[in-house]
């Protein structure tokens, strides 16, 4: 097979060819961890200060999902100090009081 047989088969459109851009730098910011640390850090308080059990475990599920949305380059210490209030929470509420969680409602 001859090479000008292959290139008359060549599917490809050199008319068509885009060069690849990278992104640019400047994208939004995603405020959304920002809002749940801050979350995090008013239900852990509620739950220490005020022995509530729900909102103990709802600072818990506020730090997991501030870490799930943060980007690596995030603040770790920030992130590593509502994991550890939120935990202090839960475990200083049940140790006041050992019995199950009684729902809000």
């Known amino acids: 097979m001859s090479a000008a047989a292959n290139s ?4 490809r459109r050199p ?9 640019s730098q400047e994208r939004l910011d995603d405020p959304t ?7 995090g850090m ?5 739950g220490l200060m005020m022995k ?9 599920y506020c730090a997991f999902i501030s870490f ?10 920030q992130m590593l100090s509502s994991f550890m209030l939120s935990i202090s929470a839960v475990v200083m509420s049940y140790l006041q009081n050992p019995q199950p969680m009684q729902p809000p409602w």
């Open 33 to 39: 961890p920002d809002y749940m640390n801050l979350l």
């Open 8 to 11: 008359s088969a060549d599917p």
């Open 52 to 60: 509530m059990k729900w909102c103990a475990w709802a600072a818990v």
């Open 68 to 77: 799930a949305n943060s980007r690596s380059s995030e603040d770790t210490k």
């Open 15 to 23: 008319n068509k060819v885009v060069r690849y851009k990278p992104p």
């Open 42 to 46: 008013i239900f852990s308080m509620c």
